[in-house]
């Protein structure tokens, strides 16, 4: 045997070596194909959401007035003092009562027309609303403790992981489906 020939042969034995070795090695020492779930929290958030609340109200207000100055109170109430001044004073116009109660009742017939205008009242009916917010709860993703090999760690997902997240050359698969 020549001398090269035997050095082929030690490094073609050490290769051989090495190569069954590293394969042995991953054999015995395989690279975990999935992560165990150790524990997992929902994350949520409270959703605010407006709408409109409406309903309808009866408003009474006054009604519009037709004679703001009261002219026909104050002068029915006229009318009525003088009259009354009259049968008082036995029927001549000469009597001092006379015009005061026409006065007076002039005055009086004014008071009591605006009485009966504030009094004199509509109604309508008003729609009012207002915004109310209903708040629900939403799920937006999942904190997850996991074990990988002897190795702990958090992730966030999209989905509940079940019990084991997948593994694929040492990277978890987050999109992957649920493992039950």
């Not at 090695?25 to 959401?49: C, G, R």
Request: proline share 6%; with cysteine; net charge positive.
């Amino acid at each position: 045997m020549n001398k090269s020939m035997l050095t082929g042969v030690v490094l073609g034995a050490i290769a051989v070596t090495a190569i069954g070795g590293v394969a042995g090695y991953k054999a015995l020492n395989p690279k975990p194909e999935f992560a165990e779930v150790l524990a997992t929290k929902p994350v949520t958030e409270t959703v605010k959401t407006p709408r409109q609340e409406c309903h309808d109200v009866v408003v009474n207000e006054q009604a519009p007035v037709k004679d703001s100055n009261r002219i026909a109170g104050t002068a029915i109430g006229a009318v009525a003092g003088g009259l009354l001044g009259h049968q008082i004073g036995g029927g001549t116009r000469a009597h001092p009562g006379h015009c005061r109660r026409c006065g007076s009742g002039g005055y009086a017939g004014n008071q009591i027309q605006k009485n009966l205008q504030e009094k004199d009242t509509v109604s309508r009916t008003e729609t009012r609303c207002k915004t109310v917010y209903e708040s629900h709860t939403k799920t937006i993703g999942y904190d997850v403790r996991y074990r990988l090999g002897k190795e702990e760690g958090h992730v966030r997902m999209d989905h509940q992981p079940g019990s084991r997240i997948p593994v694929k050359d040492g990277q978890l698969q987050l999109d992957a489906p649920a493992e039950p």
